[in-house]
């Protein structure tokens, strides 16, 4: 009996057991989305594709280049270097819906120049808004606290000049020590009134330390000015004689 040959049409159909084992062998994974596909592996996986994406935030215009198997997460990480903000302070936006760091751009049928729009999250842009007037404050501290030093440098100078004149011997008018403690202590009021934190509050400190050494000097210098007995200088005439009353006065004509 004459056997039939299988057709070229049969032989290229594989058998119904290996259809199934490799259907055991393919493995799959759940996308954002709710969509079932077949599981990316390092053998699976097809080749990376670049996408070219256009961002647009308020007025500005950006143009990233990012994978197309990424995920937002990933293209705010690429905005961060370009607008500034962190990627807890952006949200993306893709046809109408904002789109969670984890979402992927080829699940959400994101194609190559597609348009993605940037918001600034509205909580971040308050707390930037406090650190901008925090940031302001400590300035303007650090500038008030060196407004006074620069004025104590000056002060500095005169106690120590006082001081050198007394310890010569050289007795100082009272006054001139008085108005030296006045003015030494409207810098302290200034130092009071200045709202400082951190490093600011430190140089507040410190500056202040100063104001009261010099008070502390110049009350000391006071009472050793006025136990001084003042030096009295006198001056010595020389007299000369008068001329000879026998001086004999030639007239002329």
């Not at 290229?12 to 969509?35: C, D, F, I, L």
């Not at 197309?68 to 109408?96: C, H, I, N, P, W």
């Not at 410190?206 to 006198?234: F, H, I, S, W, Y």
Request: hydrophobic content about 35%; charged content about 30%.
């Amino acid at each position: 009996m004459m056997k039939k040959k299988p057709s070229a049409r049969e032989k290229s159909w594989p058998s119904s057991s290996s259809t199934v084992a490799r259907e055991e062998k393919t493995e799959w994974e759940m996308r954002p989305g709710g969509m079932l596909v077949q599981k990316r592996t390092a053998k699976t996986e097809p080749v990376t594709c670049n996408l070219r994406l256009r961002i647009a935030y308020g007025a500005l215009r950006y143009e990233i280049c990012v994978s197309s198997m990424a995920t937002f997460g990933e293209v705010k990480k690429v905005l961060s270097g370009e607008t500034g903000l962190q990627v807890d302070e952006q949200r993306l936006v893709y046809r109408g819906k904002e789109r969670e760091n984890g979402d992927y751009l080829d699940v959400c049928g994101v194609k190559d120049r597609s348009k993605v729009v940037l918001i600034q999250d509205p909580a971040s842009i308050e707390r930037r808004f406090i650190q901008m007037r925090l940031n302001a404050k400590i300035q303007t501290a650090h500038r008030s606290i060196y407004n006074v030093a620069v004025q104590l440098d000056q002060l500095a100078d005169q106690v120590s000049a006082i001081e050198k004149s007394i310890s010569n011997g050289v007795k100082v008018p009272e006054v001139q020590i008085t108005t030296l403690i006045e003015m030494l202590m409207r810098q302290a009021i200034k130092l009071e009134s200045i709202s400082a934190e951190g490093d600011a509050s430190a140089q507040k400190k410190l500056q202040g330390k100063r104001v009261q050494k010099c008070v502390e000097k110049l009350d000391q210098l006071k009472v050793t000015n006025a136990n001084m007995k003042p030096v009295v200088v006198t001056t010595k005439w020389e007299t000369f004689d008068n001329p000879p009353s026998s001086t004999t006065w030639e007239l002329f004509d």
